[in-house]
């Protein structure tokens, strides 16, 4: 089963930037993502607003105008419409507002139909709560956002195993674990990464990314599954998110990226009966996998040093 | 803390060759790793005799002389003495016979003071257990082994959390997990890894060399731990296993690598406070995993297919 996938990298969007201005971008790159063939395609985290979360408001509440308390919604509508005037399916990330006033790190995967078939919402939250001095710019998604509470969920889209990610899960092998569990073929995960590790003067851009691909190619390996990771990037609000966006293939090798810092499509024609074969040898989990021994990963959050 | 470990890769060992000129060979890059300052040395899983899980025996027994029934023993001793006398702790794989007739692939962690600190089984079998025409070689490690025992633990030694895996572990991101769940700080690694898949012509060198380092390097980084991967390589007995010894840093970043298929020596100075930065930071397993989602791990063996 072959299918043409695409990355839809979008660059900074300014804290003024209207929904409406976001979602043409993304139609104009649906577009171009049509015009090469794709029939999937992978949008960022948080492709609606700007990465509010480097910014400390005391009153929560305050930055509840970055919420959707629906989806679609009138800002996104076009967005649909278009995909299923195309007949594509797309992935995007957004900041949900639920109707009990919770807050999440949401994503979501969107059939050719036009309905929404799977919901996502964001398990790893990096950074922290409170406004923290020390730090060369905040992270606060621990404050604006509740840990996702979905879990690693799949569906079948197009013929194809679709799971979501978002940002900081991908460094953690325990998401693509639980998605390759379920059979997935095609991880799909949108970021905003600071080009500067808020902690560290040491670990800029060039380290971040390494950082970046070499999770998204292990856990693609170790899966045998695509994976395409996609970026909002570049200046944001004054502040540099790195770009870098993939398309992963079974074996873990990167088989599309993007070239800039801006809004950018990537594609890449990917077969998925290529995932079979890893599935069936090297990860052929039911015959290689001892879980009597994996323990401490679900029973011990924390690390314990008993030595 | 500051410390050189070594890197023992070693060349081929023919079926002929007697454990007595391994040790020999063992010995002599001890001492090369001595006079390069190292404290600390690393040799391949199953050191002491080619991997014999080429070929394939009807009755398994006949193959019992490919494994130690006690450890030191004659053969070995010479390795230990000289390890004693340069103050020097070591690791290196063997195949155990229990008394009670089990079969391990196993590897010990030896301290300075010539004492086994910790005892490891190998989890991931890989490869089948009967003959199988279709492979352009056979892989029976399931047919002489059984699977560890062990589970994956950790010893402080020479001042290091030390853990150990074995080949085929680590592609298996649990491995890893469990140890670093234990706050290990160096996990070594010893392989012996065929150069072509014996299910796929397509799949040679490069592309396994690549999965090899991939996975040692995201290991390393996802726990924040230095990590040594040594081979068994070269030519042995007609089969090719590739080299690509490795030194790896808790950013993910080969910082030593061989460059021949022989017998070779690599040393790196690794400084285990860098390993504190990741696990406080973007790898804070308290603040930032959500065991609750993982439950498919443990619970779960092989792939489900729901959707």
Redesign the interface.
């Known amino acids: 089963m072959k299918m043409i996938v695409a990355g839809a990298q979008i660059g900074g969007i300014q804290k003024d930037e209207p929904r409406e201005a976001v979602v043409s971008r993304m139609m104009a790159l649906m577009e171009q993502a049509h015009q090469k063939g794709a029939e999937f395609v992978i949008y960022p985290e948080m492709t609606l607003t700007t990465f509010f979360p480097r910014f400390y408001v005391e009153d929560r509440a305050a930055f509840d105008h970055w919420f959707e308390t629906q989806m679609p919604n009138a800002a996104t509508q076009p967005l649909f419409d278009l995909a299923r005037r195309l007949e594509i399916g797309f992935t995007f990330g957004y900041c949900e507002l639920t109707p009990e006033g919770l807050h999440y790190n949401t994503s979501i995967t969107v059939s050719p139909e036009g309905e929404i078939v799977l919901k996502y919402r964001k ?4 950074g922290h709560t409170e406004y923290e001095a020390e730090r060369s710019h905040q992270h606060l998604e621990k404050r604006y956002f509740l ?2 509470d979905t ?2 969920n ?3 889209n197009q013929g194809v ?1 679709m799971g979501m990610a978002i940002c ?1 899960d991908r ?4 998401a ?3 998605l ?4 997935v073929e095609l991880v799909t995960i949108g970021y905003n990464t600071p080009s500067q ?1 808020n ?2 003067a040491e670990e800029g851009i060039e ?1 971040r990314v ?2 970046h691909e ?2 998204v ?2 856990g693609a ?2 899966n045998s599954t695509y994976a395409v990771a996609v970026a909002k990037c570049g200046m944001e609000d004054g502040n540099h998110m790195f770009a870098g966006s993939i398309i992963v293939d079974p ?3 990167v088989i599309a990226r993007t070239t800039g810092e801006g809004d950018e499509v990537i594609v890449a024609e990917c077969d998925f009966d290529k995932c079979a ?1 890893g ?1 069936q ?27």
């Open positions: 398990t790893h939250l990096p840990p996702g879990g690693f799949v569906v079948r195993v900081n460094r953690w092998p325990e693509w674990r639980v390759g569990l379920q059979g590790n902690l560290s380290r390494y950082h070499l999770s190619c292990a390996y170790q074996d873990g090798y074969f599935k040898t090297v990860f052929n989990f039911a015959a290689h996998r001892r879980t009597e021994h994996y323990g401490r990963i679900t029973a011990q959050t924390g690390m314990k040093i008993e030595v």
